[in-house]
T-cell receptor
Framework: EPEVTQTPSHQVTQMGQEVILRCVPI?????FYWYRQILGQKVEFLVS????????KSEIFDDQFSVERPDGSNFTLKIRSTKLEDSAMYFC?????????????FGSGTRLTVV | KNEVEQSPQNLTAQEGEFITINCSYS?????LHWLQQHPGGGIVSLFM???GKKKHGRLIATINIQEKHSSLHITASHPRDSAVYIC??????????FGPGTRLSVLP
């Protein structure tokens, strides 16, 4: 069964450093998403991406964050100047279409720890 | 903004028991998603519903659009079903709003 692949599975970084989280969505999917889950809290939407541009972003997704699809297969989330509160599990997801009944496929997540 | 609630928050069951997890939401939706999150953190999609009922193996999901309520049932529960079950809802053209999750432990 097709999978969404995320790398690395765990990243530890110093506060103030930049990190790039990588995702390889399912090849025929057109819509891409990043979510995050702070330990013990709900999953939260960060950003959706379609046709090489951001289609929607949440309040969390401020200037510190950016997304890119550099080569047609990878979908990356960059966090500039990381803060302690950025520590969370980050999930990438993709879907074939935006229509209500199309499911999402989630990646297994990247656990980011900012120290 | 849609508020999503789940009950119970935690559930412990004996192997073989029938389990029900409930989800309610405040605003009409276009789709509801049941997800399973394993102890390692990975998320697996179980069902996407916009009406009626779906069944996959021992899992059954139902939704009542008028009552803004969905249930996830697990028949003949097994210790490997132990996980956090998350309900997420989406309004037309918008992204998912997630519930807080129900932590299920099935004891042998």
């Amino acid at each position: 069964e097709p999978e969404v692949t995320q790398t690395p599975s765990h990243q530890v970084t110093q506060m103030g450093q930049e990190v790039i989280l990588r995702c390889v969505p399912i090849s025929n999917h057109l819509y891409f998403y990043w979510y995050r889950q702070i330990l013990g809290q709900k999953v939260e939407f960060l950003v959706s991406f379609y046709n090489n541009e951001i289609s929607e972003k949440s309040e969390i997704f401020d200037d510190q964050f950016s997304v890119e699809r550099p080569d047609g297969s990878n979908f990356t989330l960059k966090i500039r100047s990381t803060k302690l509160e950025d520590s969370a599990m980050y999930f990438c997801a993709s879907s074939e279409a935006l229509v209500a009944n199309y499911g999402y496929t989630f990646g297994s997540g990247t656990r980011l720890t900012v120290v | 903004k849609n508020e999503v609630e789940q009950s119970p928050q935690n559930l412990t069951a004996q192997e073989g028991e029938f389990i029900t997890i409930n989800c309610s939401y405040s605003v009409g939706i276009s789709a509801l998603h049941w997800l399973q999150q394993h102890p390692g953190g990975g998320i697996v999609s179980l069902f996407m519903l916009s009406s009626g009922k779906k069944k996959h193996g021992r899992l059954i999901a139902t939704i009542n659009i008028q009552e803004k309520h969905s249930s996830l049932h697990i028949t003949a529960s097994h210790p490997r079903d132990s996980a956090v079950y998350i309900c997420a809802v989406r309004n037309y053209g918008q992204n998912f709003v997630f519930g807080p999750g129900t932590r299920l432990s099935v004891l042998p």
